[in-house]
């Protein structure tokens, strides 16, 4: 898929909600691609509901868009932060443990709990854990994986957990196709994929930032930069918070308030 997206010069930064609290967001207006029977994310299907990260605008500069009936926009997103580094095949399992399947991430106390065990049955030699003791977010804000990331049983809670967690994007040399799948319906975190192994060039601590426009990841404590595969259709749906979300806003589906 390819990316179609053009930045103007409408910049807003955005600051994260609680769920979120150290990465940062850069938004750009750009268009949303047509909905088509065609679009191979129409028939994604999530039993959560939406959990858009309603991030609260702080805007430095606006210019007017202008937009007519045919057109609908939306927003690319740069994330700058943390990296937390892992290796190929992780997957559901570690990201989160089936015995915390029962929470429920519709609820917010279950989904803010979510997140406090994200990672959390990654091996022990992973000696820099993700989430700190007593913490329910993590101040690593992109993951950087290898090969296979999400691989393992087709379970939602993995980028829901992740979401909760403050993850803003994971960024993989290849992905399991439900994870990447499951994290497009649920909106929950962007799953980029590198060109490169990058795990192999960055270490879990480094500041990086995450260009969808541009698809690059820049690693600022290293200065090395490295190319991403564009998001394409997948990122609208996520930025607008998951597959229901999407349909409601593209007038597939009924609002909640209609």
């Not at 053009?6 to 691609?33: D, E, G, H, N, Y």
């Not at 296979?148 to 957990?161: K, L, Q, T, Y």
């Not at 990086?208 to 564009?230: D, W």
Request: a negative charge; hydrophobic letters at 35%.
């Amino acid at each position: 898929m390819a990316a179609s997206s053009t930045l103007s010069s409408s910049i807003t930064t955005f600051k994260l909600s609680p769920c979120q609290p150290r990465a940062s967001f850069i938004i750009a207006s750009v268009k949303l691609p047509s909905v088509s029977s065609d679009n191979p994310f129409n028939p994604l299907i999530s039993h959560f509901g939406p959990t858009p990260k309603s991030p609260t605008i702080a805007p430095l500069r606006c210019s007017a868009v202008s937009t007519t009936p045919e057109t609908t926009t939306t927003t690319a997103t740069a994330f700058h932060g943390l990296c937390y580094v892992v290796g190929d095949n992780i997957d559901t399992d570690q990201i989160i443990p089936a015995e915390y399947l029962t929470l429920v991430p519709s609820n917010p106390d279950e989904y803010k709990k979510l997140g406090s065990y994200a990672l959390c049955g990654l091996p022990s030699s992973y000696q820099t854990r993700f989430i700190d003791p007593d913490e329910f977010t993590s101040k690593y804000s992109i993951i950087i994986g290898g090969d296979n990331f999400g691989c393992g049983s087709s379970r939602e809670h993995a980028p829901v957990a992740l979401g909760a967690a403050g993850v803003a994007a994971v960024v993989a040399e290849s992905y399991a196709r439900i994870f990447f799948r499951n994290s497009v319906a649920t909106g929950e975190v962007y799953p980029l994929e590198s060109e490169v192994r990058i795990c192999e060039e960055c270490k879990t601590g480094d500041v990086v930032t995450v260009e969808l426009g541009e698809s690059r990841l820049i690693n600022h404590t290293t200065g090395k930069e490295y190319k991403l595969k564009p998001i394409g259709d997948a990122g609208p749906v996520i930025e607008a918070g998951g597959i229901f979300a999407y349909a409601r806003k593209a007038g597939m589906i009924p609002s909640r308030d209609a």
